[in-house]
T-cell receptor, first 114, second 113 residues
Framework: KAGVTQTPRYLIKTRGQQVTLSCSPISGHRSVSWYQQTPGQGLQFLFEYFSETQRNKGNFPGRFSGRQFSNSRSEMNVSTLELGDSALYLC?????????????FGEGSRLTVL | QQQVKQSPQSLIVQKGGISIINCAYENTAFDYFPWYQQFPGKGPALLIAIRPDVSEKKEGRFTISFNKSAKQFSLHIMDSQPGDSATYFCAASISGNTGKLIFGQGTTLQVKP
């Protein structure tokens, strides 16, 4: 069973640009969550999508957005990049085991903003 | 109230020793407490999880101890091995928020041979 696939794995952008990251969840998983990981702030929840609808949102500015397609693939977009957006962006595919799901993380997209 | 506090930030243990990582939370609505393990260059992976209706859960060398009244939980790694060297994150979640976890800051564990 293929795992969570994130593309691109590495990218470098400059301040003011925008970036789009892609995530393909495990086949059959309909929920996708996104997290930002930095040395200072750790793992922070960005948002969750289920059946193309945003189900939860973290405390990030509106520059951070996402969407999910009918095949459960998801994208997140960051506009007007700032230096502080440099981070590892992790996508997690969620299975509903019981009433709380297990998250299966991809290897992440490492974004560097110059 | 949404925070999960984790300690220590880093830990060095000799091979065969016991590694202990502690977490504390404030929000009593949390009802799912997983631990994730992350190796360099990889995403976190679920190690073990517990719900507040039990005080302890053991899977192999890994044990979660849960103290509901103190709002604390901990991970014990028995017979620690060099292959256990990784970063460990505790987390908490509320039922229904399946994809939203509140993570602790992480503990970098180094097991010396």
């Amino acid at each position: 069973k293929a795992g969570v696939t994130q593309t691109p794995r590495y990218l470098i952008k400059t301040r003011g640009q925008q970036v789009t990251l892609s995530c393909s969840p495990i086949s059959g998983h309909r929920s996708v969550s996104w997290y930002q990981q930095t040395p200072g702030q750790g793992l922070q929840f960005l948002f969750e999508y289920f059946s193309e609808t945003q189900r939860n949102k973290g405390n990030f500015p509106g520059r951070f957005s996402g969407r999910q397609f009918s095949n459960s693939r998801s994208e997140m977009n960051v506009s007007t990049l700032e230096l502080g957006d440099s981070a590892l962006y992790l996508c997690a595919s969620v299975t509903s085991a019981g009433y709380t799901g297990e998250l299966f993380f991809g290897e992440g997209s490492r974004l560097t903003v110059l | 109230q949404q925070q999960v506090k984790q300690s220590p930030q880093s830990l060095i243990v000799q091979k065969g020793g016991i590694s202990i990582i502690n977490c504390a939370y404030e929000n009593t609505a949390f009802d799912y407490f997983p631990w994730y393990q992350q190796f360099p260059g990889k995403g976190p992976a679920l190690l073990i999880a517990i719900r507040p209706d039990v005080s302890e859960k053991k899977e192999g060398r890994f044990t979660i101890s849960f103290n509901k009244s103190a709002k604390q939980f901990s991970l014990h790694i028995m017979d620690s091995q060099p292959g256990d060297s990784a970063t460990y994150f505790c987390a908490a979640s509320i039922s229904g928020n399946t994809g939203k976890l509140i993570f602790g800051q992480g503990t970098t564990l180094q097991v010396k041979p």
